[in-house]
């Protein structure tokens, strides 16, 4: 592959390859309007994420099949499948994966064993825990990595299997990427044994490394008591005399205990304080004489919810809360689940909270479906929490899907949120009295309203920093006002306004340091890709695809507000815009003058790709939305980046146009050859 080199032209950084081989817009646009509705519905087939370059979907050739995961029944033909990273012998080398050297090989299960590769660094992985009781959620984080090119740790490529032996191969969220991760560990190892949990890293320069760390999962040990709604709180608590109320299930509980309720029963209950004694698990049972596959009913008729406040290793899972105001507080709480819970509201009306962490630690909520209330869904505040898997619908009002208030280290992933139009998915609001907000990773997700890293007023200054979003699918787009992000390998649907870069409430000399690289971008209208205000600097542009079927004279994809041309604040590299119902575009708009590509190359040496892409399908609900098909215009033509993997974690850069040089695609997926 030949390397793009870095040239200057005038005041601005360009990014070039010798020779020039096609190229691909930059975009941004200027007027500081405000973001737009936009549709959206389910992420399918895309649902756990970017996924780990093992699983590279097969058909990254722009057609047919996305499904992923290793096939046993093709493993081992000699050729490489759906799912598969190799077969047999591979062609790829330890060198080209960025190692130093050493022998690659292809394992039984068709992915690649790096074991004995060269290490350009070590990535020091640092758990939250190493051993615990199932089921249980453990933290891992990478930030403190030596030895990165530029200490980038944000767009720096880590790519993780929380399974690499597949030991329980069809767990869900099994593969992530981001320098900070979460996972639920459903069920326990084999005695004596631990879940390898693999990480694979490439720095911005391409250099790699792997590392392992094993994570030990028990059963639970302790006393059990069963409840269910014919029960007698006179019994003995055993699934053949089980006991009527979690009340008395709660009087007679001690450190390790498990409660389980029957399910298809409900409960009414008018109080359930948690206390800080721990751990406890509440969950459920299925009676084999009374088979039943919906979760038991806590219903809270008097407005009382689950109080979890000052509670330590909680575990709630597999049951449906219904509530007047919202469902769970976990306020100073450390190290508790909440999973696979449904919570409802049983009014109309305002409900508040319905899971609050705030000032916790440690708090994890999976797979939960929160429906039909009014406020916000979560509101966290602390360090080192996670969301992962979780639905969220049927908003009648509020402000926020998720909102995380101040902390350190948050992961939120591979979740679905449609709610009220005036509302946000989720949003960063940073630290409290001003302090910083840092180490966020929002990955995978399914986001039909906007999504916002800022201060939530001119009273404190509340700094956000160190953000990765990557592999996402957003209707209304991200509202910016932060320091050191990464956005790549993102779909942007419809939003009238996708990327604001805004520097209203924080020191001219904080926002800044944004790479936009390697995102795809449809709108059937009149709309903008990115937006930068005055004031903000070192935004970097590069590799992104754009299609939009405006009528209007021109596009205003790539613009700013204000005076923000200068050295050093942007670095310019290849984009593509396809316009199809306009003559001539004119894409870039800067102190109010709309540019042609033509006339954009003059006067800041970045190239401009005006072709179709040729998407398979614009249907934001389809697996296949932005997949460019083989003969797509921004196939080869982009430039050099910091990811090393595509949405669905096929690797960067192959040759997908098959003229015998590898270069990174433009838009979310890298076509394979």
Same mark, same amino acid.
């Given at each position: /592959?030949?390397?793009?080199?870095?040239d200057?032209?005038?005041?601005?950084?360009?990014?070039?390859?010798?020779?020039? &081989? +096609?190229?691909?817009?930059?975009?941004?646009?200027?007027?500081?309007?405000?973001?737009?509705?936009?549709?959206c519905?389910?992420?399918?087939?895309?649902?756990?994420?970017? !996924?780990?370059?093992?699983?590279?979907?097969?058909?990254? &050739?722009?057609?047919g099949?996305?499904?992923?995961?290793?096939?046993?029944?093709?493993?081992?033909?000699?050729?490489?499948?759906?799912?598969?990273?190799?077969?047999?012998?591979?062609?790829?080398?330890?060198?080209?994966?960025?190692?130093?050297?050493?022998s690659?090989?292809?394992?039984?299960?068709?992915?690649?064993?790096?074991?004995?590769?060269?290490?350009? @660094?070590?990535?020091?992985?640092?758990?939250?825990?190493?051993?615990?009781?199932?089921?249980?959620?453990?933290?891992?984080?990478?930030?403190?990595?030596?030895?990165?090119?530029?200490?980038?740790?944000?767009?720096?490529?880590?790519?993780?299997?929380?399974?690499?032996?597949?030991?329980?191969?069809?767990?869900?969220?099994?593969?992530?990427?981001?320098?900070?991760?979460?996972?639920?560990?459903?069920n326990?190892?084999?005695?004596?044994?631990?879940?390898?949990?693999?990480?694979r890293?490439?720095?911005?320069? +391409?250099?790699?490394?792997?590392? $392992?760390?094993?994570?030990?999962?028990?059963?639970?040990?302790?006393?059990?008591?069963?409840?269910?709604?014919?029960?007698?709180?006179?019994?003995?608590?055993?699934?053949?005399?089980?006991l009527?109320?979690?009340?008395?299930?709660?009087?007679?509980?001690?450190?390790?205990?498990?409660?389980?309720?029957?399910?298809?029963?409900?409960?009414?209950?008018?109080?359930?304080?948690?206390?800080?004694?721990?751990?406890?698990?509440?969950?459920?049972?299925?009676?084999?004489?009374?088979?039943?596959?919906?979760l038991?009913?806590?219903?809270f *008729?008097?407005?009382?919810?689950?109080? =979890?406040?000052?509670?330590?290793?909680?575990?709630? /899972?597999?049951?449906?809360?219904?509530a007047?105001?919202?469902?769970?507080?976990?306020? %100073?709480?450390?190290?508790?689940?909440?999973f696979?819970?449904?919570?409802?509201?049983?009014?109309?009306?305002?409900?508040?909270?319905?899971?609050?962490?705030?000032?916790?630690?440690?708090?994890?909520?999976?797979?939960?479906?929160?429906?039909?209330?009014?406020?916000?869904?979560?509101?966290?505040?602390?360090?080192?929490?996670?969301?992962?898997? $979780?639905?969220?619908?049927?908003?009648r009002?509020?402000?926020?899907?998720?909102?995380?208030?101040s902390?350190d280290?948050?992961?939120i992933?591979?979740?679905?949120?449609?709610?009220?139009e005036? /509302?946000?998915?989720?949003?960063?609001?940073?630290?409290?009295?001003?302090?910083?907000?840092?180490?966020?990773? =929002?990955?995978?997700?399914?986001?039909?309203?906007?999504?916002?890293?800022?201060?939530?007023?001119?009273?404190?200054?509340?700094?956000?920093?160190?953000?990765l979003?990557? +592999?996402?699918?957003?209707?209304?787009?991200?509202?910016?006002?932060?320091?050191?992000?990464?956005?790549?390998?993102?779909? @942007?649907?419809?939003?009238?306004?996708?990327?604001?870069? %805004?520097?209203?409430?924080?020191?001219?000399?904080?926002?800044?340091?944004?790479?936009?690289?390697?995102?795809?971008?449809?709108?059937? &209208?009149?709309?903008?890709?990115?937006?930068v205000?005055?004031?903000a600097?070192?935004i970097?542009?590069?590799?992104?695809?754009?299609?939009?079927?405006?009528?209007?004279?021109? !596009?205003?994809i790539?613009?700013?507000?204000?005076?923000?041309?200068?050295?050093?604040? @942007?670095?310019?590299?290849?984009?593509?815009?396809?316009?199809?119902?306009?003559?001539?575009?004119?894409?870039?708009? @800067?102190d109010?003058?709309?540019?042609?590509?033509?006339?954009?190359?003059?006067?800041?040496? =970045?190239?401009?790709?005006?072709?179709?892409? &040729?998407?398979?399908?614009?249907?934001?609900?389809?697996?296949?939305?932005?997949?460019?098909?083989?003969?797509? =215009?921004?196939?080869?033509?982009?430039? *050099?980046?910091?990811?090393?993997?595509?949405?669905?974690?096929?690797? %960067? *850069?192959?040759?997908?146009?098959?003229?015998?040089?590898?270069?990174?695609?433009?838009?979310?997926?890298?076509?394979?050859?």
């Amino acid at each position: /592959m030949k390397r793009r080199s870095h040239d200057r032209v005038g005041h601005f950084e360009v990014l070039r390859r010798e020779p020039w &081989k +096609g190229g691909s817009i930059l975009l941004i646009c200027g007027l500081a309007i405000g973001v737009a509705i936009g549709a959206c519905t389910k992420r399918n087939g895309l649902g756990a994420g970017p !996924a780990f370059d093992d699983a590279t979907a097969v058909d990254r &050739k722009g057609n047919g099949s996305t499904e992923r995961g290793s096939n046993p029944e093709l493993c081992g033909d000699g050729r490489v499948d759906n799912g598969e990273a190799c077969d047999g012998d591979t062609s790829i080398d330890c060198e080209s994966l960025g190692f130093g050297g050493g022998s690659l090989s292809c394992t039984s299960t068709c992915s690649f064993d790096t074991s004995k590769c060269e290490r350009s @660094f070590a990535i020091n992985i640092e758990p939250s825990r190493r051993s615990c009781v199932a089921p249980c959620a453990v933290f891992f984080d990478v930030s403190n990595t030596q030895n990165l090119t530029k200490d980038d740790f944000v767009r720096a490529d880590f790519q993780w299997d929380f399974d690499s032996t597949g030991m329980e191969p069809s767990q869900p969220h099994r593969r992530t990427t981001g320098f900070f991760v979460a996972h639920v560990f459903r069920n326990p190892s084999p005695p004596g044994s631990g879940y390898e949990v693999r990480v694979r890293g490439r720095d911005v320069s +391409g250099q790699a490394s792997e590392a $392992t760390v094993s994570i030990e999962v028990t059963e639970p040990t302790g006393p059990v008591f069963y409840v269910a709604e014919a029960g007698s709180d006179g019994g003995k608590g055993t699934i053949n005399s089980p006991l009527a109320t979690v009340r008395e299930a709660m009087s007679r509980r001690k450190p390790g205990a498990r409660i389980l309720l029957r399910r298809g029963d409900r409960f009414k209950v008018r109080e359930l304080r948690i206390g800080a004694e721990g751990p406890l698990i509440i969950g459920s049972y299925e009676d084999p004489g009374q088979r039943s596959s919906k979760l038991p009913i806590l219903d809270f *008729p008097s407005g009382e919810l689950v109080m =979890a406040n000052d509670s330590v290793d909680f575990t709630l /899972m597999d049951v449906h809360i219904v509530a007047i105001q919202g469902g769970i507080s976990a306020v %100073r709480s450390r190290r508790n689940l909440f999973f696979n819970v449904e919570i409802e509201s049983s009014i109309d009306g305002e409900t508040g909270v319905v899971v609050g962490t705030e000032h916790a630690r440690e708090v994890v909520t999976a797979d939960c479906h929160l429906h039909s209330f009014d406020g916000y869904g979560i509101f966290s505040s602390g360090d080192r929490q996670a969301i992962i898997g $979780t639905r969220m619908n049927n908003f009648r009002g509020g402000q926020h899907g998720f909102r995380m208030n101040s902390g350190d280290s948050f992961y939120i992933a591979e979740n679905h949120i449609v709610g009220d139009e005036n /509302m946000t998915s989720f949003t960063f609001h940073g630290g409290e009295n001003g302090t910083p907000m840092r180490k966020i990773v =929002a990955v995978g997700n399914y986001s039909a309203q906007p999504v916002s890293f800022n201060p939530q007023n001119l009273d404190q200054a509340e700094r956000v920093s160190e953000v990765l979003v990557e +592999g996402n699918r957003f209707a209304r787009g991200l509202n910016i006002e932060a320091q050191d992000l990464s956005i790549r390998n993102n779909l @942007f649907f419809d939003g009238f306004l996708s990327i604001e870069v %805004r520097n209203q409430l924080l020191p001219k000399s904080f926002v800044g340091n944004i790479s936009i690289e390697n995102n795809s971008f449809y709108s059937d &209208k009149d709309a903008t890709f990115i937006s930068v205000e005055e004031g903000a600097h070192h935004i970097s542009v590069r590799n992104n695809a754009y299609y939009t079927e405006t009528t209007l004279g021109y !596009a205003m994809i790539f613009g700013t507000q204000g005076k923000v041309l200068q050295p050093k604040n @942007f670095e310019f590299g290849t984009n593509l815009v396809y316009v199809p119902n306009v003559g001539q575009v004119r894409p870039y708009f @800067f102190d109010g003058q709309a540019f042609t590509s033509k006339e954009w190359l003059a006067k800041t040496g =970045a190239r401009t790709v005006e072709g179709d892409p &040729k998407y398979q399908t614009t249907d934001m609900a389809h697996a296949n939305a932005l997949r460019p098909g083989a003969s797509g =215009a921004g196939a080869d033509a982009g430039d *050099p980046a910091a990811g090393f993997g595509d949405l669905e974690r096929g690797l %960067r *850069p192959t040759d997908g146009n098959n003229d015998g040089e590898a270069a990174w695609d433009l838009g979310a997926y890298e076509l394979a050859p």
